[in-house]
Structure formats: C-alpha cells, structure tokens
C-alpha cells in the first residue's frame, strides 16, 4: 500500500510545489514589502516593543503576546529542526539561504495577511473573536466560497502540518534517545493535548506564554554553544551555504548542493512550513489579540517570522552544516532525512548536542501541536458551525495517539501538499486586499505610541456586509 501511495503523494507534491508555487509565494512577499513601504525596517523598532505591551481597554481574548506567543508555538516546531535537516539532506546547503529569504521577506506577508485578520474579525455571541482568511475573503472580498475553501483546506492541515508531524517527531527522537515505546508517547502527548485544548484559547495561551519564551531562549542557548564549537568552520559553511544555493557542487563532510532549483523548492518549502508566512495560519491568533487597531497587532505578528526563520531556522542551518563539515563522519552516505541529519549532527556536539536535540524537538513540537489545534477550531467552527468543535477535538487527540507509528516521509509530503493549498486562497486575500492593507498602514503607522487610537468596530457573527476597501 505505502508503495503504490507515496509515488502518487510525491507526484502531486512535485506539482504543487513547482515554479508556479515558488513565483507566487516569493513574488507575494516581494510585492507586499515594496507596497508596505519595507515594514521589516519596523519590525525591531516597532514590532518587538509592541508585542510586549499592554493594550489597555481593546477587543480581544488574549493580550498581544499572548497572540503571538500562540502563533510562534505553531511557527517554532520541528520546521526548525528537522525541516531544516531535511532541506539540507534534500536540495543541498545551499536551501538554508533559500529558507532564510523567505523568512526575511515573509515579514510583509506576514504583517499583511494579520492586518487583515483583524481588520475584518467579527465578535461571536459568547464573545469570542474569529478571524483569519476566510474572514477576511468573506466580508472583505464577498468571496464566502473561497473563504470555506480555505477553512477546509486549513483545517485538514492541522492534522498533518500540526499534530501528526509534531507527535512522529517527538516519538522518534523519544524512541532514539530515551528508549521510550512509540505508542508509550502518543498517549502521553494526546493526554497533554487534550487537557489543554478543551480549554479554549484562552487556555492554550496561557501555556504558550510560558512554554515558548523557555523554549525558543533555550534552544537558541544551545546553537551559540554549538557554534561556539564550530567557530572555525563558521565562515566556510556560510560560503557554502551561499555558493550552493546558485549551483551544484560539493563540500567538505559530504555535503552535496543540486543546484538552484532544488535548493530553492526545498529551501522555500521549509521555509513556509517553518514561519508559515503566505499560509494563512498565525493570523487566525492574531485576530483573538487585545489590540486598538490592525496595524499594532500585523506588526507584533511580523515578528513572529523573524524570530522563526531570520534567527531560529539560520542558527540551526548554520549548526548543522558547519558540524557536519567539522565532522566527516557524517557524510552523504548517511543522510536519509532531516531528522538523521539531525540527529547525527546534534550527535558529535559532546554533552550539549543530543540534550538539545530531545528537549528542542519536544518542546517545539508539543508547542506547534496546541496552537495548530485553535487554527483547526476556528477553521472547522467557520465551516461547520460549534457543533463540529469537540467531534475536532476528539479526532485530532486520536490523530496524535496514531501519529508515533505513522511513516513520516509521507506525513511530510501530505503536510507539503495541504500548506500550499491553503495558501493559494490566503495569497489571494492579501493581494486582492493590497490597497486597503497600504491604506490602513499610512493611517495607523505613524501613531503607534498613541494612546487614543480610535479602536477598529468588532461586528457580531453573521454580518454580511462587504467592507470598504
């Protein structure tokens, strides 16, 4: 069976993931930073300081940070660890480069497609906040069918993306390091899961909030260390890195670059599924935030991207290609996937390698299993109704009871597949939505320390009225 599939899942990966993919997420991101004026330049400035303010008296469940710290519990996963060992075992050194350029310029997709989250979230009778990209193609763009689309694809993602390749991750490095029975894991993670996703939000937030500024300080910790380590070979894996992201050609330890095609499919593919710029995932947590006005909120958001990708998935490229060039025994023969790249790279740091490994991978994957469990609610809740939250709930539990012994390849290959499916609407939005996007940046951009913003109106569910853009 897993023979006759995976070829089919493979072909219909390569496809989704063509030039045609590639052009349209790299040229969103490069549109919308021209359109925006270049907003990277405010994410230091602006950005990290509003995403540790308070929001006195604004709609919304959860503070800023709270927000964003449930998006980066999605974002900071085993995309960071794995997913760049398998962009390195798959196009070669030089998809780090291609990785990092799409976290750099996914900023601006990411602040655009959270500025309309909230410009168009409306407020349920139990006053909860929804938003997102179905929200914003329905009341913004009076495209509902487009909206479900979108909500469909999403929250069939949440499955693979979110929970099953989380859990295999956390069972195989569990398995690998501690000895731990697969099935041991799955029910010990869909316990943990369960315990907090019933509890909504609110819930889920409370936790991210502790978990992934231990989580994302530690780790970082650790790649200095290891870089510490590796001084030497900082530099030639930078060069390398760079020079095999435009052509084929080998390194030292083995490594081996496919040329640019495959170092940008694969650098790209990792990329989105790292920082999740242009999927449409993070602002749906964007649109719960306290925040007085989009723009505020679009901005706390964009750091999300560059925590991830500019700093997380570059240190952790950087860790395994100067290892594994510092250490020929980990050559080409031996790489299979990103998680034995990784593993065998982390695995010649004495001591502090594979303790980072396990906790990194456990952390960061428990983390992106909870907050892609709100995305799936809100995505299912959109097109089911509340009626369809706990069958949810239940259903993506079993998944992660299940997901120790499923093949992780193919769950990669789904994940692929599903992320670009429901980017494609997201895309849309932000690029049919561009004017209004420019619109409400020139009008909020520069009263960010204001006090008396006028807050953006909250509508009730069910509105249907179409927005001026």
């Known amino acids: 069976m897993y023979e006759t599939i995976y070829p089919i ?90 990785c990092w350029l799409t976290g750099v310029f996914g900023i601006a997709t990411k602040y655009a497609e959270s500025l309309i989250a909230v410009k168009y979230r409306v407020k349920t009778a139990d006053g909860r906040m929804q938003g997102g990209a179905m929200y914003a193609l329905d009341r913004g763009l009076n495209m509902k069918w487009l909206g479900m689309i979108f909500a469909v694809f999403a929250g069939f993602a949440s499955f693979g993306i979110g929970c099953a390749t989380q859990v295999n991750a956390i069972a195989e490095v569990c398995s690998t390091n501690l000895g731990i029975d697969p099935w041991v ?34 780790y970082v910790i650790g790649c200095v260390i290891i870089l510490g380590i590796n001084y030497d070979y900082i530099i030639p894996a930078i060069q390398t890195i760079c020079r095999l992201a435009f052509t084929k050609g080998a390194a030292a330890g083995g490594l081996v670059g496919g040329g640019i095609r495959l170092a940008i499919q694969y650098g790209v593919a990792r990329g ?127 998944v992660a009871l299940i997901a120790p012994v499923l093949a992780l390849d193919l769950v990669w290959k789904i994940a692929d597949i599903l992320n670009a499916l429901m980017a494609i609407p997201n895309l849309i939005a932000v690029l049919l939505l561009s004017p209004m996007i420019v619109k409400e940046t020139k009008k909020y951009i520069h009263d960010l320390d204001a006090v008396d913003d006028t807050p953006v109106p909250v509508v009730e569910t069910g509105v249907k009225k179409r927005e001026e853009k």
């Open 9 to 98: 899942v493979q072909a219909v990966d390569d496809f989704v993931w063509g030039w045609g993919m590639i052009a349209l997420l790299l040229g969103t991101h490069i549109f919308l930073t021209i359109r925006t004026g270049f907003i990277q330049t405010k994410t230091i400035t602006k950005g990290i300081p509003l995403s540790v303010a308070k929001e006195e008296g604004a709609d919304g469940e959860v503070s800023q940070f709270g927000a964003l710290a449930t998006a980066l519990a999605s974002t900071i996963g085993t995309g960071n660890i794995i997913g760049v060992g398998t962009a390195i075992a798959l196009g070669g050194p030089g998809a780090v480069l291609w």
């Open 185 to 218: 894991v799955g029910v010990i993670v869909a316990g943990l899961t369960a315990i907090v996703i019933f509890g909504g939000i609110k819930s889920i937030a409370s936790v991210c909030e502790k978990l992934v500024p231990f989580m994302a300080l530690f």
């Open 272 to 398: 989105l599924f790292s920082n999740e710029s242009g999927m449409g995932s993070a602002p749906i947590a964007a649109a719960a935030a306290k925040t007085r006005n989009p723009v505020r909120q679009a901005l706390v958001s964009s750091t999300g991207t560059f925590w991830d990708t500019v700093v997380v998935c570059l240190m952790t490229g950087l860790v395994l290609v100067s290892t594994i060039m510092k250490n020929p025994a980990i050559n080409a023969d031996q790489i299979v996937d990103g998680g034995e790249l990784t593993t065998l790279a982390f695995g010649q740091i004495p001591y502090f390698g594979p303790f980072i490994l396990v906790v990194g991978i456990i952390t960061f994957a428990y983390s992106t299993i909870l907050g892609w469990a709100y995305y799936g609610e809100r995505c299912v809740e959109y097109f089911s109704g509340k009626w369809g939250l706990i069958p949810y709930r239940v259903l993506y539990i079993a």
